[in-house]
């Protein structure tokens, strides 16, 4: 448990993508706020088993599953594993997605429904497989600053991050009344093994533009997905918490 963050405990949260680099760091932050968790994956089972070892030896409780969400009946069963193993679900985090870069010019439509089945479709149907078992609760989507600045070769990414920030609000619209917040995070650029070696300029102009001087860890979006599914945001519904240590308000010229 961390003292510094809010105290989850009694709860469980499911985190999709969790045996990538962020998703992995939102579920250890849920652990060590005391929630049980559900860690998703897709082809990284590996990697997913590694975050629930680290988790129950730091005395948490935690469950590795796997799930395509760009198929619905996997995502309702994939909903069904919280309530089978820890009797309910009260937080969902959205993070499975991919980033594929591709010029707009010769991109296959192949290309561009791959990327908007599973960053928009597949987040659709996490968030309608959840909400049918969850009595109220938090369901955050992760979005990306992308979803309003555009990107060269990433015309289908950040289109589908545009429509993650509309399903979130029509989600809050539509779930609020059943005691359902939903609310999305737009990271900026997230550390990861590698990424300094191959992108060192873009890497370097980032670091150099964002006033806070570095780069995310993905604790930092993950301590944004804690305060959303905590008491502390019980009022905040339909909100994008932009996490980019200040990317967006640094001047481009
Ligand atoms: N990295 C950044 O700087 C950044 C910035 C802003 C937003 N984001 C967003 O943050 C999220 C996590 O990004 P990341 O950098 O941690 O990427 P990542 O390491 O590639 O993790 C994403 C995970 O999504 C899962 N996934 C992909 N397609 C799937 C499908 N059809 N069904 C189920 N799972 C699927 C993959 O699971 P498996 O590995 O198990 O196959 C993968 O581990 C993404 O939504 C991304 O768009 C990232």
Not at 30 to 36: D, K
Not at 123 to 132: D, L, R, Y
Not at 135 to 158: D, F, M, N, W
């Amino acid at each position: 448990m961390d003292p510094g963050l809010p105290d989850l405990t009694g709860t469980v949260a499911l985190v999709t993508g969790a045996g990538g680099g962020i998703g992995a760091g939102i579920a250890g932050r849920f652990a060590a706020a005391g929630a049980a968790v559900v860690v998703h994956h897709l082809t990284s089972a590996e990697r997913a088993e590694a975050v629930v070892a680290g988790i129950v030896a730091d005395g948490g409780r935690a469950v590795a599953a796997r799930a395509d969400v760009t198929d619905p009946d996997q995502c309702a069963a994939l909903a069904g594993v919280a309530v089978k193993w820890f009797g309910r679900l009260d937080t969902v985090v959205a993070a499975a997605g991919v980033q594929p870069v591709a010029a707009l010019a010769g991109m296959g439509v192949e290309e561009w429904r791959a990327v908007v089945d599973t960053n928009l479709t597949g987040t659709f149907a996490t968030v309608q497989a959840a909400a049918e078992v969850m009595a109220g609760g938090s369901i955050t989507l992760v979005a990306s600053i992308e979803g309003r600045r555009s990107a060269r070769g990433h015309a289908h990414y950040a289109a589908s991050k545009a429509g993650v920030l509309m399903l979130a609000r029509s989600a809050a619209l539509e779930y609020g009344p059943a005691g359902i917040r939903v609310n999305s995070v737009s990271p900026g650029l997230v550390h990861r093994d590698g990424l300094d070696e191959a992108w060192p300029d873009g890497v370097d102009a980032w670091r150099r533009s964002a006033p806070l001087g570095r780069l995310g860890e993905p604790s930092d979006v993950g301590d944004a997905c804690v305060f959303l599914a905590s008491p502390m945001a019980r009022w905040i519904t339909g909100h994008d918490l932009v996490v980019d240590g200040g990317m967006a308000v640094a001047p481009s010229w």
